[in-house]
């Protein structure tokens, strides 16, 4: 078995593994690799529920991952004020949808107590699986299959920075002219109409921009909070994980003296019955 291995194995199987899997190395005199497998962390339920997604929904990650690059692309497009409203809701649906898909046949794992997933655990799946779609070190870390910890997008993704108008709703508008209005306008000259149609592009230009700035003020806002409670967390982690590897390690340690003792425990019987 390979370290690599141990993150496919269903959850109640990853600790007793990974000593097996670390002791079969020292014997074997590779104590390098056998601390750096004693030191792999556990995963927490729902980075496990990711991996067995990547080991078994290859396909369904792919079209997350072609949703994601598109909603970037629409998003980038309409900030640069080259994009279409339309194309932006079409592309966050379809980004929605493709993480839909995954958190639903992530639906059908069970924990290590045989339960299935709660609602909060799918929550932060789909938490993950969005990250992955929309930010390149999120997809390499979901893509190699051995997340430890649950991810979350922090930056700009999913329509929750850009405010883009509903159908029929606030924008440019797309309307004809009424009677009355073409009428006015053909005694206009036509530099007055271009000068105005200029103005009118520069409102809505500014008035995006200026959205799009006071969504990404307040999502860095947030982003800044979740990135020091999770730093917090982290460490909290970090602390009971290494705990939890000491006590692993002393109980490794003391189950093969105990073997030992075993053994030779044999051997004195066995002497003391030949004598």
């Known amino acids: 078995m390979e370290p690599h ?24 005199g590779h104590r390098e690799q056998a601390a750096e497998v004693a030191g792999l962390r556990k995963p927490s339920v729902a980075a496990w529920a990711v991996n067995q997604l990547v080991r078994t929904q290859s ?3 792919a079209a997350l991952f072609d949703a994601g690059d598109a909603l970037q692309q629409a998003q980038s497009q309409l900030l640069a004020g080259r994009g279409d409203g339309d194309a932006l809701r079409d592309a966050v649906a379809n980004e929605r949808a493709a993480v ?11 924990s290590s107590e045989g339960h299935e997933l709660s609602s909060t655990m799918l929550d932060r799946v789909s938490e993950t699986l969005h990250a992955a779609a929309l930010d390149e070190d999120a997809r390499a870390q979901v893509r ?3 997340l430890d910890r649950e991810l979350r997008h922090v930056g700009l993704g999913a329509g ?18 009424s009677r009355k209005t073409a009428k006015r ?9 271009a000068a105005a149609t200029r103005k009118r592009e520069q409102q809505e230009r500014a008035k995006r921009l200026s959205a799009a700035r006071r969504a990404e003020a307040a999502a ?20 009971a994980a290494e705990v ?27 002497a003391l019955e030949r004598v």
């Open 220 to 239: 860095r806002r947030v982003a800044e909070r979740r990135a020091r409670e999770l730093k917090s967390a982290q460490e909290r982690r970090d602390r």
């Open 100 to 110: 839909a898909e995954l958190a639903e046949k992530a639906r059908g794992l069970l």
């Open 144 to 146: 190699d299959g051995c």
């Open 59 to 61: 396909r369904a990650l």
């Open 160 to 177: 929750r920075v850009l405010s883009v108008p509903a159908a029929g709703g606030d924008g440019p508008s797309r309307t004809r002219p």
């Open 5 to 28: 291995d141990l993150y496919g194995l269903p959850l109640d199987r990853f600790v007793p593994e990974r000593g097996a899997l670390a002791k079969a190395l020292r014997k074997e």
């Open 244 to 270: 939890l590897r000491e006590a692993e390690d002393a109980l490794a340690a003391a189950g093969e003296q105990a073997e030992e003792a075993a053994i030779a425990h044999r051997h004195a019987q066995q």
């Open 185 to 193: 306008a053909g005694s206009e000259s036509t530099s007055t109409k």
